[in-house]
């Protein structure tokens, strides 16, 4: 996933038991396709080329059973590691925090969430019979991708959709060699997480 056109889009599908999304660049062609394996005991997500899931091109694959504080690491086809991203326990309960690594076990980059109480209006009133059909509308977090000197790299934002299928990613700033690659493989593990927790 190199000199990728953005902005990205994420679209997941509705249509299936697992928690599978296509990715595409700006001009609407398709970048990969994400599929989240169902039932494991460490959770494991398989990024593909394309729907046809013909080739694949990388897995994540968490370091421990519970996701409190796990690291998910990406490796490509070959099995070589090129990143990590690691949640945030406690930090995470009240607003999404995570931490990107690099293959040597540096940290390049941190994900926060920008706005906490739109994470909470939209899982509240999502509850709600009709209202809840709607809150896809009204109610978009967006996650903002830093370096450690606070520099803006990237930012995912939930688009007005119901059931909060889509997601867009926009570069804010230049990437350096392989820091795309781990920017991307990171918001996709991570929207895996916050979407299943509401």
């Not at 394309?50 to 091109?57: C, W």
């Not at 490796?75 to 040597?104: F, I, P």
């Not at 906490?116 to 978009?140: C, M, Q, R």
């Not at 990437?175 to 918001?187: A, D, H, N, T, W």
Request: charged share 25%.
């Amino acid at each position: 996933m190199q000199d990728l056109y953005f902005p990205l889009e994420f679209q997941f599908k509705i249509s299936t038991l697992a928690n599978d999304f296509s990715v595409k660049d700006a001009g609407g062609l398709p970048v990969c396709y994400v599929r989240q394996k169902l039932f494991k005991l460490k959770e494991e997500v398989i990024v593909f080329n394309d729907e046809s899931q013909s080739e694949q091109l990388y897995t994540i694959k968490a370091n421990q059973w519970i996701d409190f504080s796990a690291a998910y690491v990406f490796r490509d086809r070959t099995g070589q590691e090129v990143g990590r991203v690691a949640r945030k326990g406690w930090a995470s309960l009240w607003k999404a925090h995570y931490e990107v690594y690099d293959q040597n076990q540096q940290q390049d980059f941190t994900i926060r969430e920008a706005n906490a109480w739109v994470k909470v209006a939209d899982g509240l009133l999502s509850e709600l019979p009709i209202v809840g059909i709607l809150t896809g509308y009204f109610f978009n977090p967006s996650y903002t991708v830093t370096r450690p000197d606070g520099t803006l790299i990237a930012t995912l934002k939930k688009q007005k959709s119901f059931f909060g299928r889509k997601f867009t990613v926009t570069q804010e700033s230049a990437f350096e060699p392989g820091e795309q690659e781990r920017i991307v493989l990171s918001l996709m593990m991570m929207i895996l997480l916050e979407r299943r927790r509401g």
